[in-house]
């Protein structure tokens, strides 16, 4: 199935016109208050396989590599060593934050040999006087199936888009909680799979050390047909991080590391033990 082109340019240009319009007004309400903006509500910009409201500074490099070991299988039989052994998918990813408020980015991923693009703009930011009491962010991303043709009846079929509004608040030193919708869209379904999917993500992160703390994050599909439906996606772990390296180890139903292939095509139920070992690792170069 196909999308109106035009549709999908105004999704991806819209978070800057509306950027552009809300730099303005804060610019003219900061010399008036004052007010000074609250640290970013989580330390990476990735909670698992989801994004977060961190928005790197002008100039930062990032690096990403996502790594998902295969889902564990607990049988009489099994011989995959929780996974470790089983097939695993990989991505790796460059952002590049062109201004303090937007980063754009590149990343390629094993499994169906996907090519993405990205967009990260900070719309509001969470203030200390409470003036603006949470941060939202937009991300999006467009996603290019590499495979061979053969897989494919049209060549617009390999393309695939998600955008999102991340609404992100430090509670205090220790807490921050996020809530994202998101709308996902691949041009080419299976019968009678929609091609546009909604889903929100909630995801929590509680400080238990200064470089340590507990992540947590829940999504779920409103994909739901005759003859199927999406499973929620779970993850639960520890992150390390410092000031320019973040590490996440977890566990998680989700495999295919870019948000609209999870939200759209993920079969495996986290409560009935379908789950993989996973880890992320974010690198900045200032």
Request: aromatic residues 12%.
């Amino acid at each position: 199935m196909k999308i109106n082109k035009s549709i999908l340019i105004a999704l991806f240009v819209l978070p800057i016109t509306l950027l552009a319009q809300v730099k303005d007004s804060t610019a003219v309400s900061t010399k008036s208050t004052k007010s000074k903006f609250e640290r970013a509500a989580f330390e990476s910009s990735a909670l698992f396989e989801s994004q977060t409201n961190v928005v790197n500074v002008k100039g930062t490099l990032e690096m990403t590599i996502n790594h998902r070991f295969g889902i564990v299988n607990t049988g009489p039989n099994s011989n995959d060593g929780l996974g470790i052994w089983a097939p695993a998918n990989i991505r790796f990813a460059l952002n590049y934050a062109i201004s303090n408020r937007i980063n754009v980015g590149f990343g390629t991923t094993k499994d169906s040999r996907l090519q993405d693009l990205s967009l990260k703009a900070a719309i509001l930011r969470q203030t200390k006087d409470n003036k603006v009491p949470f941060s939202v962010t937009y991300f999006g991303t467009m996603a290019y199936d590499a495979r061979t043709p053969e897989n494919f009846v049209h060549s617009t079929d390999r393309w695939s888009y998600y955008n999102q509004l991340i609404f992100a608040r430090r509670i205090n030193r220790s807490i921050s909680l996020q809530v994202s919708p998101s709308i996902s869209h691949m041009n080419y379904v299976e019968s009678p799979m929609p091609s546009n999917v909604f889903a929100t993500e909630v995801g929590a992160r509680v400080k238990v050390t200064p470089t340590m703390a507990v992540i947590a994050d829940y999504n779920y599909s409103f994909a739901k047909y005759s003859t199927n439906v999406t499973k929620p996606g779970m993850g639960l772990g520890m992150e390390y991080s410092t000031g320019s390296h973040a590490f996440q180890l977890f566990i998680t139903n989700y495999r295919s590391i870019l948000p609209q292939y999870n939200t759209m095509l993920n079969q495996n139920d986290f409560f009935n033990g379908k789950y993989a070992i996973g880890f992320n690792i974010t690198r900045l170069f200032h």
